[in-house]
């Protein structure tokens, strides 16, 4: 079935613990990108890719990095979790930059 | 930037119209969209208005005037399954999204 999947479902982390959260889409889709979603916030963007092989910064980049080595696979390294990256997390794919995003399951990440 | 408001609760009957207004201030536009994210899931898209006017999709419709700043979300002969967050989102002109904080719309029998 064509989509995006995103791993894990959800984790516990102690904080000063390396992460990464993997984002994978098999729908030959040129852009990625990374959510994250707080209560009463809504959803910022982390990080974005309009092309494999580029990355670009979103709204809240700090404490997380990203890489596009392939067409398929985004995956979000957090190199030193801390408290205030506990959220849910979500990756998202379109055909280009212009189009309509569509959405991974999530990742639901407390950092303790 | 963006600055998108609309409002954080909303609860209608079932078989009634509910209207979702969201207001933008931005320093560019290049479209607005409007996604349903049921509690626990992945948002999915709804609508996309680029050009001023009205998009009709079933029972959802999607409003948009750009001099205004303004849009809203129309959903009519609401049922059950139309309980959700209904979050509007504004693209600027590097094609980047910003969403707002969501309406969570309650359906009751």
């Known amino acids: 079935i064509a989509g995006i999947t995103q791993a894990p479902t959800s984790q516990i982390l102690a904080a000063g613990r390396r992460m990464t959260l993997r984002c994978t889409q098999d729908?030959?889709?040129?852009?990625m990108y990374w959510y994250r979603q707080d209560l009463g916030l809504g959803l910022r963007l982390i990080h974005y890719?309009?092309?494999?092989?580029?990355?670009g910064k979103g709204e809240v980049p700090d404490g997380y990095s990203v890489s596009r080595a392939n067409t398929d696979d985004f995956p979000l390294t957090l190199a030193s979790a801390v408290p205030s990256q506990t959220s849910v997390y979500f990756c998202?794919?379109?055909?280009?930059?212009?189009?309509?995003?569509?959405f991974g399951p999530g990742t639901r990440l407390t950092v303790l | 930037g963006q600055n998108i408001d609309q409002p954080t609760e909303m609860t209608a009957t079932e078989g009634a119209i509910v209207q979702i207004n969201c207001t933008y201030q931005t320093s560019g536009f290049n479209g607005l969209f409007w996604y349903q994210q049921h509690a626990g899931e992945a948002p999915t898209f709804l609508s996309y208005?680029?050009?001023?006017g009205l998009e009709e999709k079933g029972r959802f419709s999607s409003f948009l005037s750009r001099s205004k700043g303004y849009s809203y979300l129309l959903l009519k002969e609401l049922q059950m399954k139309d309980s959700a967050s209904y979050l509007c989102a504004v693209r600027d002109a590097d094609y980047k999204l910003s969403f707002g904080a969501g309406t969570t719309v309650t359906v009751r029998a």
């Open positions: 890719s309009n092309t494999a092989g580029t990355t």
């Open positions: 729908m030959r889709h040129n852009a």
């Open positions: 998202a794919s379109s055909r280009t930059s212009e189009g309509e995003q569509f």
């Open positions: 208005n680029v050009l001023d």
